[in-house]
């Protein structure tokens, strides 16, 4: 048997059970955390009337510029795009965007609707950029990613009968639990990954 990298396994998990599991995998073997931020950024020091530029408007730069602003420096921030927020951007009715290649896209949504062509969530364990959107009072709403009482339906599955969606996910986590134990137990993983490994995965 070929040896797989810890990197591969993940991946593998994640095809198989979706990102939230590789995310919780990640977690288990100390490659992802939680953010450890306990509140406002306090910076020391007198600024003496510094002067700072910050290249990018995304936000790590737009929040380096506002820390620094209330700490009382003067600064000054430049961005390449024609809009602030980097990745994170909204597009609606009405709006225009030219993509590097120098295709076009012209928004031609129904008035109220919109999408966010960079990261849709924020996760509940991002906790500086929920403390941000709090004190700057940034409107937030859910985000509703599963329903698991809605019906999944194939016309040559199940005889043709739409099944609870909470259903099918517990058949197939089931069963992918089931042969990722008879894998381990069967010592089939020993010089894929570590001892440590198998346990997290077993308990998994």
Known sequence: MSEITRRNLLTMIGTAAGSAAMYHAMTSMGFAAPSDYSGPIKLDGDPQGAKVLVLGAGLAGLTA??????????????????????????????????ELGGATQNVDFAEGNYINPGPWRLPHNHHAVLDYCKRLKVPLEPFIQLNYNSYLHRSDAYGGKPQRLKDIKTDYRGHISELLAKAVNQGRLDELVTAQDREVLLES
């Open 65 to 98: 510029a506002y820390e620094m602003r209330a700490a009382g420096y003067e600064v000054e921030v430049l961005e390449f795009r024609e809009k602030a927020g980097g990745r994170c951007w909204t597009l609606r009715s009405g709006d225009e965007y030219t």
